[in-house]
Structures are given as C-alpha cells and as structure tokens.
C-alpha cells in the first residue's frame, strides 16, 4: 500500500518538475519600497493609494503559487536593520513578526524570503504592516524601519498550480542561497 502510495506522490511531483523545467516560471514582478516613505494604510486601503495602487494592480494579477525575496537596495547597515527589528518584535504593542536565526550574515543583502501558495497581495499587506489582524505575522515594515533610510526591492516569481505543493522546497532552497538577516528557514 505505501509503495503505491509513494509511486503517485512521485509521478506527480515528477510531473510538475518536468513541467518547470520545460516551461520555466509562470511570470515574475518585482518592485521597491522606500521605507521612509510609508504612510499609515491602517485606515485607508493601501490597494487604492496613489502610492501603491499600480504595485497591487500587478500584484493581483499573480494567483499561483508565488516565491519571493526582499532584497536590501540601500547602504544600510544590516546590524541596525536588525536591531530596530528586534527592538519592534519585543516591545509588547508590536504585531506578530518572523522568527529570526540567532547569527545572521552581516553582509547579506537579502532581509526576507518567503512563499505563498496563492494571494500573494495579501502576504505583501502583512509583510508591509498594514494587516488588521495583529496575530497574523509579517515583517511589519512600517513600524520599525523609519529612520534607516532603508530601500527595497520585492522579486516575486508566479508558479503554475501544480507546483503548490513544491513552493516551500523552493523557499528553503532560495533562503539557503540568500542568507536572509530576518527569517529562520
């Protein structure tokens, strides 16, 4: 019986890697944050901004399962990155953030990487700070970041349905070779 049932598992998943691997990603989209510039979204629908309306509109438009990474555009310094960071997560009125390993590459230019299986607007809303619900965790960006002068750039890549179940192999793969400085993979 499990040998049957490991025999479909993997026709399946050799299915959609065969598929990946002739066919390459979906779509991918990338766009910045200035972090200085992030304005209060908690009582306005930052999908409507001036601001961020463009950025939603294409962020819609990806369905599927969608791996991304936050990559640090600016000069900053990766220590203070983290140390405003965990000064945030720790203070008792913060919202719910990563988990972060213990020892961090200080030159990494990665801050995140992290995967969805759909809605990938909505993770981006989290990430951003701007979701209502507290409990749900997210970088929280504009809590904490002000004052860093700190620039970033999202790259999302869409994969096809099929490869939904696959996505977090492709995060842990994607975190090892970016050496995040928030995330524990």
Same mark, same amino acid.
């Given at each position: 019986?499990?040998?049957?049932?490991?025999?479909?598992?993997?026709?399946? =998943? @050799?299915?959609?890697?065969? #598929?990946?691997?002739?066919?390459?990603?979906?779509? @991918?989209?990338?766009?910045?944050?200035?972090?200085?510039?992030? !304005?209060?979204?908690?009582?306005?629908?930052?999908?409507?901004?001036?601001?961020?309306?463009?950025?939603?509109?294409?962020?819609? !438009? =990806?369905?599927?399962?969608?791996?991304?990474?936050?990559?640090?555009?600016?000069?900053?310094?990766?220590? !203070?990155? +983290?140390?405003?960071?965990?000064?945030?997560? #720790?203070?008792?009125?913060?919202?719910?953030?990563? #988990? %972060?390993?213990?020892?961090?590459? %200080?030159?990494?230019?990665?801050?995140?990487?992290?995967?969805?299986?759909?809605?990938?607007?909505? +993770?981006?809303?989290?990430?951003?700070?701007?979701?209502?619900?507290?409990?749900?965790?997210?970088?929280?960006?504009?809590?904490?970041?002000?004052?860093? @002068? =700190?620039?970033?750039?999202?790259?999302?890549?869409?994969?096809?349905?099929?490869?939904?179940?696959?996505?977090? %192999?492709?995060?842990?793969?994607? #975190?090892?070779?970016?050496?995040?400085?928030?995330?524990?993979?």
């Amino acid at each position: 019986m499990i040998d049957n049932f490991i025999d479909i598992i993997t026709s399946k =998943l @050799n299915t959609a890697l065969a #598929a990946l691997k002739s066919n390459g990603i979906k779509r @991918n989209y990338t766009f910045e944050i200035d972090c200085e510039c992030l !304005k209060d979204y908690n009582y306005i629908d930052i999908r409507d901004s001036i601001e961020f309306r463009d950025v939603f509109k294409s962020l819609e !438009k =990806l369905k599927g399962p969608t791996l991304y990474w936050i990559e640090i555009k600016s000069n900053t310094d990766n220590v !203070k990155i +983290r140390e405003y960071f965990e000064n945030y997560s #720790a203070s008792p009125s913060s919202k719910r953030t990563p #988990a %972060i390993k213990k020892h961090f590459d %200080i030159n990494s230019k990665c801050l995140y990487v992290g995967k969805v299986k759909k809605t990938v607007w909505g +993770r981006m809303i989290q990430h951003l700070g701007f979701y209502k619900v507290d409990k749900t965790q997210g970088l929280q960006l504009f809590y904490w970041s002000k004052g860093l @002068n =700190l620039k970033l750039v999202v790259h999302l890549c869409e994969f096809d349905e099929n490869m939904s179940d696959l996505i977090s %192999i492709f995060e842990i793969e994607l #975190a090892k070779q970016m050496n995040p400085i928030i995330g524990k993979h």
